[in-house]
């Protein structure tokens, strides 16, 4: 059965390896990035994939909270439903490590904003299927999943 996925940070890395496979499953794709050449050089590659499913692009930078906004906005606008969020885009080095409002750009992209659009697209999303990825153990690469038992509340990770 076909599902309508959205993958943050989908133009690199895991997020697009993670998009390939979904896209080769016949899947409906929510493609997302920040820097809109990238973003339409990676759907043009990953629309040339055989039996590719619809591929949609939504460009936003996370280190922004207007942007996650936006992105929450524009998905909602175009979809009644979606069936799974992947909050995959992050950061760790970088030159400019403090956004434009004072915040330690890491904690804006890889915290603030999963919680801000998971929260943002609840509604969208299946009453007892919601799922979070965390990075556990940093440096360990130790992933873990976490369920969340109703549309309320976003649960802090444990063991
Ligand atoms: N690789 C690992 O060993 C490892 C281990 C554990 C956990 N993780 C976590 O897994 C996730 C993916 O890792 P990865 O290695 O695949 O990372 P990556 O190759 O650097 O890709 C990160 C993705 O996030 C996007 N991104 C970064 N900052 C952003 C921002 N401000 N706004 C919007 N998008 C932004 C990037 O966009 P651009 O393409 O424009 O840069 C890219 O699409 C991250 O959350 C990372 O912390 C990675």
């Given at each position: 059965?076909?599902?309508?996925?959205?993958?943050?940070?989908?133009?690199?890395?895991?997020?697009?390896?993670?998009?390939?496979?979904?896209?080769?499953?016949?899947?409906?794709v929510l493609?997302?990035?920040?820097?809109?050449?990238?973003?339409?050089?990676?759907?043009?590659?990953?629309?040339?994939?055989?039996?590719?499913?619809?591929?949609?692009?939504?460009?936003?930078?996370?280190?922004?909270?207007?942007?996650?906004?936006?992105?929450?906005?524009?998905?909602?606008?175009?979809?009644?439903?979606?069936?799974?969020?992947?909050?995959?885009?992050?950061?760790?080095?970088?030159?400019?490590?403090?956004?434009?409002?004072?915040?330690?750009?890491?904690?804006?992209?890889?915290?603030?904003?999963?919680y801000l659009?998971?929260?943002?697209?609840?509604?969208?999303?299946?009453?007892?299927?919601?799922?979070?990825?965390?990075?556990?153990?940093?440096?360990?690469?130790?992933?873990?999943?976490?369920?969340?038992?109703?549309?309320?509340?976003?649960?802090?990770?444990?063991?």
């Amino acid at each position: 059965m076909q599902k309508t996925i959205l993958i943050t940070g989908s133009t690199d890395g895991i997020g697009l390896e993670t998009a390939k496979i979904l896209l080769s499953q016949g899947h409906r794709v929510l493609l997302h990035g920040r820097n809109q050449a990238k973003l339409d050089n990676v759907e043009k590659q990953l629309s040339a994939l055989p039996g590719a499913g619809q591929i949609e692009c939504y460009i936003a930078d996370l280190s922004r909270k207007s942007e996650v906004e936006s992105l929450a906005q524009a998905v909602a606008t175009k979809h009644a439903t979606v069936d799974v969020l992947i909050n995959n885009a992050g950061i760790f080095h970088t030159p400019e490590p403090i956004t434009s409002n004072g915040l330690d750009i890491r904690f804006a992209v890889n915290t603030l904003a999963p919680y801000l659009l998971t929260k943002r697209l609840l509604p969208l999303l299946p009453p007892l299927y919601s799922v979070g990825v965390y990075y556990w153990k940093q440096g360990e690469g130790s992933l873990f999943l976490e369920c969340y038992p109703d549309r309320s509340s976003v649960v802090t990770p444990s063991r």
